[in-house]
């Protein structure tokens, strides 16, 4: 652009060496990342406390819940031999033999083990939050073989259903059966 009339040049001669003459605006020192006060120091380290104690009970949870996921692993391997005929009679056994496996890794051996008949459908209901077994598991699995009911895909439904359910709400601490 050429300088117009009764206009300045905006380049003078002067110019580069007053451009020369300029400096950087000094940069400021680096910020600190170290907490400055107590306080924070005070926070962070109950921070930091609280997600190792939520990571330690998280893990203490997932071990303590190994057995029911082995029992519903287990659970939906016995479905598939229920599904067959042939196996139908032993796989309705399996799946009460689950029912006292799975007791037996929550509550004390002297109080479990002994269970049978009504007193152990009363103890499922009591434990298991989610109902009771009626007598399905005399029907299907226990009673003598000439006087089990048909085990019908329906009715084995029903068992596998209630059991699954059983596995999933059943609770280990006795107390909490003693509040319901």
């Not at 226990?142 to 059983?166: C, N, Q, V």
């Amino acid at each position: 652009m050429s300088a117009g009339a009764g206009q300045k040049p905006l380049m003078t001669d002067a110019a580069p060496a007053t451009l020369k003459a300029l400096k950087d605006a000094p940069l400021p020192a680096p910020s600190d990342w170290t907490p400055q006060t107590m306080a924070c120091l005070v926070a962070f380290a109950v921070i930091g406390l609280a997600v190792v104690a939520l990571i330690a009970f998280a893990v203490r949870q997932h071990r303590a819940q190994r057995y029911r996921r082995a029992a519903l692993s287990e659970l939906a391997e016995i479905e598939g031999h229920l599904a067959d005929t042939h196996t139908r009679p032993a796989a309705a056994l399996a799946l009460a033999t689950l029912l006292k496996r799975c007791a037996l890794a929550v509550r004390p051996r002297a109080e479990v083990a002994s269970l049978s008949g009504s007193s152990w459908r009363t103890w499922l209901a009591a434990s298991g939050r989610s109902g009771n077994f009626d007598s399905d598991l005399e029907k299907l699995v226990y009673g003598p073989p000439d006087k089990r009911a048909d085990r019908t895909e329906h009715a084995l439904s029903d068992l596998k259903r209630k059991t699954r359910r059983w596995i999933m709400r059943h609770s280990r601490n006795p107390k909490s059966r003693e509040k319901q």
